[in-house]
């Protein structure tokens, strides 16, 4: 790995710039890709998923680390390029052109036990993707993920902060998570409009059920749906008053004040109602 070209002349001997359609920033300092592997504690023989690893930065970093990387990429444009850097990566790279959003990532962790998930995420699929690995089939050992930093706040915001909502209620209730870096916006090329941040996440070792998951993020739906209105309002078609009663959660506060706890219970006090 040490040998490759630079990245940005890799770039411009190919001729490709970052495109808008894929929410496109490159990462291309190598040392800030080193440190993000760091922070994901990716250890030598680890499986690793990466998703849209574009001229191939992070993933550099990775197969430097000792992992056997999976990475996803949608642009057609990248995937000759990642392919003369499998060449250098004595069989620990898979390079896989597919949409992210789409693929069974199970396929890669069932036969070969855990997989990490560490990747500077596009902007325009991040949340969706989060939402996928967090609520889907697929178990993750971990995931450290490079997102918008307000989205970063929104994943790790405890209630009653601005930013405390749905996905830090889907987020917070199956994993904890942490903002372990972050970055300026000048860090990228092009730099985007807004800084950035990687959010560490270790899924919690009891795993709700999932039909509590799915009735989990449609309770929260309707709460931060109308989050400026009480919760026997906002809640009203999923049981209103009588819903916050038999989940013990005061039915007159708003839902930027309810704890995941509250929630859960919430969740679980509607599939008994609907039993």
């Known amino acids: 790995m040490t040998e490759l070209p630079p990245l940005r002349e890799v770039l411009a001997a190919a001729g490709i710039a970052a495109d ?11 040392n800030v890709c080193r440190k ?23 993933t550099r970093a990775l197969v430097e680390a000792g992992a056997s990387v999976i990475a996803v990429e949608k642009d057609p444009r990248f995937i000759p390029l990642l392919r003369d850097l499998a060449a250098s990566a004595d069989g620990r ?11 069974d990532e199970t396929t890669y ?13 596009p902007y325009n699929v991040g949340t969706p993707l989060l939402v996928k690995w967090l609520t889907g089939r697929f178990r993750p050992a971990s995931m450290t993920l490079m997102f918008q930093k307000e989205v970063a706040r929104r994943i790790v915001a405890p209630p009653g902060d ?10 917070q209730a199956l994993c904890r998570g942490r903002v372990v870096m972050d970055l300026p916006a000048r860090a990228f090329t092009p730099p985007p409009k807004v800084d950035s ?10 795993r709700p059920p999932e039909r509590v998951i799915q009735a989990l993020q449609a309770v929260a739906q309707a709460a931060f749906g109308q989050r400026r209105k009480m919760l026997r309002s906002s809640l ?10 038999a989940a013990g959660v005061d ?13 859960l219970a919430l969740a679980q006090a509607w599939l008994a109602r609907s039993s």
């Not at 941040?197 to 070792?205: F, G, H, K």
């Open 20 to 30: 808008k359609r894929f929410g496109q920033h490159f990462l291309l300092d190598l």
């Open 36 to 58: 993000i592997v760091r922070l994901a504690h990716v250890a030598p023989g680890d499986r690793v998923i990466e998703v849209g690893p574009g001229p191939g930065g992070l």
């Open 93 to 103: 790279l898979e390079v896989l052109e597919a949409d992210a959003l789409t693929i």
């Open 109 to 121: 962790s069932t036969a070969g036990g855990a997989v990490r998930v560490v990747a500077n995420l």
């Open 162 to 171: 601005p930013d405390y909502g749905r996905l830090a209620v889907l987020s």
């Open 197 to 206: 941040a990687v959010v560490d996440l270790t899924p919690l070792p009891d």
């Open 236 to 245: 009203k078609r999923l049981g209103g008053e009588a819903l916050c009663r």
């Open 251 to 263: 039915p007159n506060v708003r839902a930027e004040t309810v704890p995941v706890a509250g929630f």
